[in-house]
């Protein structure tokens, strides 16, 4: 177990330090910030001087050997953009991207796995193709799209939540949808066929024979088994929130995150502080795919970490 | 197919009789016939081996009478009575359900995939009892590890705690035979249990039932292809084909003086250590669909005496001053009788 840790530690390192450098020759390769900070009429010396108290006069080796330096101290430069330290800024929009993924997530878990189960037990009854019919919907609508179709009808037609913005509950509502249903509909399909596949195994037509009933049997025994499948999905659907989807949903409703502000730092070619908005990200999948193999295990027994 | 065949004194109430008992499953290509009228009674304490080759509806016969039969498939005719009581029906399912895993448990062909590979041996054990016999979790665990013990698997207190991909086939096998003896039932199913083992690892399970029989007075219906498991274990034969029983008998009687063609063809398929002939004798031909199944003898187009009769289904009858029963219009003793029997009898004790 430890030997495991330290391996995934090491991995999720070399991981991170990978991510940090396709980004590190992005930004340099995309933007000058240079052109971008100073007015059109600064002249050249001035543009030398900047560059030079940014360090973008130096080879880009040197520099990456100087931005690794300071990554291990924590110290991603002054953001460009906002003026202040690029980590401090990243460290007050996070809480925001985390509880609107915790929200969207949540609600994608706890109606998804017992939707999917419910439709399980009775394939191609009602509820079967009530729910199978709702999440193909769910499946097949793009995320903005839903966002502003949600907009319209709750926030302008029926007034029941505000458009944009935050600070309160009825603020988190329609970004928490917009990013939970899409994954919600996915979570409901895949527990639904694992669930179906786990009651048509042959463990179940035991517990049957013991006299179990078939409540039992289905909480007890065949969610459990089904879930190992759902988990991964469960992974996948939280990283690529955390990697992408918030970006999307938090523009739409204009949600201080972390996604919101790496698109004003790519618009202001802020090199150091989208540095360390996806070192932090980055770090953020190691730590999820870590969880996730850790609880693959707590739940099968067969899986060997080693 | 009226009356049931009662194979041996009809004296004492058998625990388990089956009555012209039909399944039928609602296919996309159409009904299935699966069980085409099967009657035949266990007495207490008796072992009766279902015999037949794949398809011939020995495991749909157990799995009806243990409840088990789903959609597509239903119970069409028939019935099933335990202890004379019927257990279809809505108060005979009520009944079932109160049976089932108690008083009657089942032991099924693969071992490998019985067992919830997420939980614990003990955790099994635990599950069982807890539910019958309203143990609490302490008295299950112990009396678990008791079960074990008395299956033959070593080490039970370490065992508890093992996960089934941890243990061996055979182990896997004994751990299922703990299971179904759990709640001292009075009728255990063994649908094909050595099937999947090692033939070695087989004699010692088939061992271990004739001992649990032996000192907890089961009833066994035992489903096999292996007319040697037979020979060793069971007192009476029903033998089915496509999905009806054609024979019936004592153990002792059926191999050496089968009377229905198939019967003597089965027992002719099988190798014998004390058959010098280098080839095994094979039955042409292959058991007819069960989609459209013939409306007289199933088996006539692979016999080798039919007769104008063999268009009529023929029924189960008495064979005249004996042991038995055939469904054969034509039954006479075998040409080759009379043959040393298929295999000696406790060849595996």
């Keep these: 177990m430890a030997q495991f840790l330290i391996r995934r530690a090491l991995q999720g390192m070399l991981v991170i330090l990978g991510v940090t450098l396709v980004v590190f020759v992005a930004t340099r390769m995309v933007g000058d910030p240079v052109q971008m900070m100073l007015p059109l009429s600064a002249s050249a010396e001035q543009r030398a001087a900047f560059s030079q108290q940014l360090g973008l006069d130096q080879p880009l080796g040197t520099q990456f050997l100087a931005f690794v330096g300071d990554l291990l101290r924590f110290d991603f430069g002054d953001s460009l953009w906002q003026r202040r330290p690029a980590i401090e800024i990243v460290l007050t929009k996070l809480p925001r991207t985390l509880e609107l993924i915790a929200a969207g997530f949540g609600f994608a878990v706890i109606l998804g796995v017992p939707l999917g189960a419910l439709a399980a037990m009775r394939p191609d009854g009602l509820w079967d193709r009530i729910i199978v019919s709702l999440s193909l919907i769910g499946l097949s609508v793009p995320q903005f799209w839903l966002g502003l179709i949600l907009v319209m009808v709750f926030a302008v037609g029926l007034g029941l939540f505000p458009t944009s913005g935050s600070g309160s509950l009825s603020h988190l509502v329609l970004p928490a949808l917009t990013l939970g249903i899409p994954s919600m509909a996915r979570i409901m399909m895949l527990t639904r066929s694992s669930v179906i596949a786990e009651l048509n195994q042959q463990y179940v037509r035991t517990a049957r024979a013991r006299g179990l009933p078939f409540a039992h049997i289905l909480f007890g025994h065949a969610m459990r088994n089904a879930l190992v499948p759902v988990l991964t999905l469960a992974g996948w659907e939280v990283i690529s929130a955390w990697a992408g989807y918030t970006v999307v949903v938090e523009t739409v409703f204009a949600w201080p995150g972390l996604g919101m502000t790496a698109m004003g730092a790519i618009n202001h070619s802020d090199m150091f502080l989208l540095q360390a908005i996806v070192f932090v990200v980055a770090l953020g999948i190691v730590l999820v795919s870590l969880l996730l193999d850790l609880l693959y295990k707590l739940i099968d027994p067969r899986i060997d970490l080693a | ?217 089961l009833s066994i219906l035992l489903i096999t292809h292996d007319l040697g498991v037979v020979a060793g274990l069971c007192e009476e034969v029903a033998v089915m084909y496509a999905g009806e029983i054609v024979e019936t008998g004592a153990a002792d009687d059926l191999f050496g003086r089968a009377r229905h063609p198939y019967t003597q063809g089965l027992v002719r398929a099988t190798p014998r250590l004390t058959d010098r002939s280098e080839r095994l004798v094979s039955i042409d031909g292959a058991p007819p669909g069960l989609l459209d199944p013939p409306s007289g003898c199933a088996f006539a187009p692979r016999c080798p005496q039919t007769t104008g009769a063999c268009a009529a289904r023929p029924p189960l009858r008495a064979a005249p001053g004996g042991h038995g029963a055939h469904a054969c219009w034509n039954a006479r003793p075998a040409a080759w009788e009379p043959a040393a029997r298929p295999v000696q009898k406790a060849s595996f004790a």
């Design chain 2, 1 to 217: 197919m009226g009356s049931p065949i009662a194979m041996t004194r009809p004296d004492p109430t058998p625990i388990l009789e089956l009555r012209n008992l039909e399944v039928c499953f609602d296919t996309r290509a159409g009904i299935v016939r699966g069980l085409r009228g099967v009657s035949f009674a266990l007495e207490p304490g008796k072992t009766l081996a279902l015999v037949g080759e794949s398809g011939s509806g020995k495991s749909v016969t157990a799995s009806a009478v243990m409840g088990l039969i789903q959609l597509p498939g239903a119970i069409t005719g028939g019935d099933i009575l335990w202890k004379g009581e019927s257990l279809l029906g809505r108060a005979g399912a009520r009944r079932a359900a109160r049976l089932r895993g108690k008083q009657m448990s089942m032991v099924f062909q693969d071992p490998m995939t019985s067992l919830d590979p997420l939980m614990s041996i003990g955790a099994h054990l635990v599950e069982v009892q807890r539910r019958h016999l309203g143990l609490s979790r302490r008295a299950a665990a112990a009396r678990g590890a008791e079960l074990l013990d008395a299956v033959g698997i070593t080490d039970p207190a370490r065992r508890m705690g093992q996960h089934p991909h941890e243990l061996s086939g055979g182990m896997r096998q004994r751990v299922m035979i703990a299971l179904a003896i759990a709640c001292e039932p009075e009728l255990l199913i063994a649908d094909e249990p050595t099937t999947a083992l090692d033939v070695t690892i087989q004699a010692q399970v088939l061992d271990l039932l004739a001992d649990l029989q032996r000192d907890m007075g």
